[in-house]
């Protein structure tokens, strides 16, 4: 049978979907920045405080998570072919379980009340649920999977692992259980999360995007087919050398060997992205350029981080570099390339919908605005600014925390204060725009 | 024996690399030639577009029996295209740099999204559907007279 169904745009889940997760996530990053500002440098101070994790969880749940998981549900269909079902209650249902879920985990970090972390679990947990389950049957349904799609079932396979570490951490915090190793869980946890959920995903939607939208060369076939595979492989590996560094006593030094080993790969892809842009034939550059290498320089300074510590061990027993990789990691590489993705995803689907109501009314008398009128580049580029000085205020807190930790809380908060505005002007625009057709649609004489 | 596929896949290449020229030039504001070079363009991918809908698309439709199916969609993305370069046309005569930029992306958003999805569904299924007549279907394309 031949298969059609990725060439129906009905399939796109109605723009309210997407929208509601994009919007909401910025209002998390205020909250991070915010944060950061009030507590200044005690937040730095060593990555097991209550401050910490919840800025951590701020930033990958409330933030990141969000907006990859709107993302997800819009671009399954573009993408893979494939929608997902029941679209407009797997996401309707899972934003709602999510939401809820970062905010009392917050509670529950804080210790504001017992059974809070109860609640998280509960509430987080049924969210994703209710997600993976969604994105899973999207995704498994294609027959002929592409590097992307292969790559998208292993990112899902590893949110998983994360959701299910999450909950016994979690659990092991409220005093559920008694969690032997909480660092070694804590490490596991986090790897899948980052490296598993958030790299894997965003290699494999860049197999797609980078060529699209900067009219690239493709990214080299037997890295599309091995790597993410490898790296997957690479994350079970190294869970088990977690485990025997711990428990049987092996020379941590096959472990630092094998994550050093995870984050070449990530320079692998890194440079092959760069020199991919460089090579592009669009050669105007916009924001969401800037953005995409600033993420990829981050992704090698990280790596060589990793390189760093295999060479230099006194410099991982250090308090402030796990909390060095995690700002370049999420402020550096996440974040940027999300934004990115933001400024491409939103002012077209904006676009996208209106235009095609007004083809279908035929309004031709309603003109509809074009992607940069949705989001001017002045603005974005403001925020790209901002975002920026976020992150180096964040590298220097480290250094100096007295004199920048408040600093990067601030820009932060800024730099989401004026993601939000960007992103609700957009929203604003395409809704009066949205009126102006539907009273069109209702006045013969106007059409 | 050459495939629709690899055929149409290099016509999109083409058609990217005058757009590309174009939008640079209307960034530098040199307006002459980016209205020569948006022109180019504009023939480029009509030329391609009079390939699928009078000759590609009806071939598909007639084999497959479906015509109400991706080739109808096809079309459809097609007119918001040409809706697209006419208001591009316009922002180019009234020298609107950044009107012009902001069309040109949503433009290239919206044509890289359909070059995927004839590029990686529809030429690959019609290459089934056509088989060893591919030749003479290619022929007939490239004689296709120019609309624009």
Known sequence: MLNTAGLSLEQAPPISIPFRFFLLAPLFGIAAGALLLAVGEEALISRWSPVT??????????????????????????IAGSPVPRVVLVGTLSHLLLVGGILVLQGGFFGLGAGLMELAIALLGSGFLVFVSGVSVALWRVRTPSPTIVGMR??????????????????????????????????????????????????????????????????????????????????????????????????????????????????????????????????????????????????????????????????????????????????????????????????????????????????????????????????????????????????????????????????????????????????????????????CGDDPNSH | MSTITDTMARDHRRCDEIFSTAEEQVASADWDAASDVFNRFRQATEHHFSMEEDVLFPEFESRTGQTMGPTQMMRMEHIQMRQLFSDMERALTSRDRDGYLGLSETLMMIMQQHNMKEEQMLYPMTDQVIGTDADDVLKRMEGVENVA
Not at chain 1, 386 to 401: D, K, R, V
Request: hydrophobic share 60%.
């Open chain 1, 53 to 78: 994790l919840a800025l951590t969880h701020l930033l990958t749940l409330g933030l990141l998570g969000l907006v990859m998981c709107g993302a997800m549900l819009q671009i399954l269909p573009v």
């Open chain 1, 154 to 439: 292993l990112a899902v396979a590893a949110l998983v692992v994360t959701v299910v570490l999450g909950t016994l951490l979690a659990g092991g915090y409220a005093g559920l259980f008694r969690i032997a190793g909480l660092a070694g869980l804590t490490d596991t946890h986090l790897a899948w999360g980052l490296a598993g959920w958030i790299g894997l995903l965003l290699m494999s939607v860049s197999f797609q995007v980078v060529p699209m939208f900067q009219v690239t060369p493709e990214y080299p076939v037997w890295f599309r087919r091995r790597v993410p595979g490898a790296l997957f492989v690479g994350l079970l590996l190294w869970l088990w050398l977690r485990y025997a560094t711990l428990q049987l006593g092996w020379s941590p030094l096959w472990e630092t060997l094998w994550s050093a080993s995870i984050g070449a790969l990530f320079a692998l892809y890194a440079g092959i992205t760069l020199r991919l842009q460089q090579r592009r034939k669009r050669r105007v550059v916009d924001v969401t350029l800037l953005f995409w290498r600033l993420a990829m320089v981050c992704l090698l300074l990280l790596s060589g981080a990793l390189v760093a510590v295999m060479v230099w061990p006194d410099l991982g027993s250090n308090t402030r570099f796990p909390l060095f990789l995690g700002i370049v990691l999420l402020l550096g590489v996440a974040l940027p390339a999300v934004n990115s993705m933001l400024y491409k995803i939103v002012p077209f689907l904006s676009w996208f919908h209106l235009q095609k109501r007004q083809l279908t009314l035929m309004c031709m008398s309603v003109p509809v605005p074009h992607m940069r009128q949705f989001v001017s580049d002045t603005a974005a580029r403001r925020q790209y600014h901002a975002a920026w000085l976020a992150l180096l205020s964040a590298l220097l807190a480290l250094i100096w925390p007295s004199l920048f930790a408040r600093a990067a809380g601030g820009l932060f908060a800024l730099s989401n204060l004026l993601l939000l505005g960007n992103l609700l002007r957009a929203m604003a625009l395409y809704r009066s725009t949205a009126v102006a057709l539907s009273r």
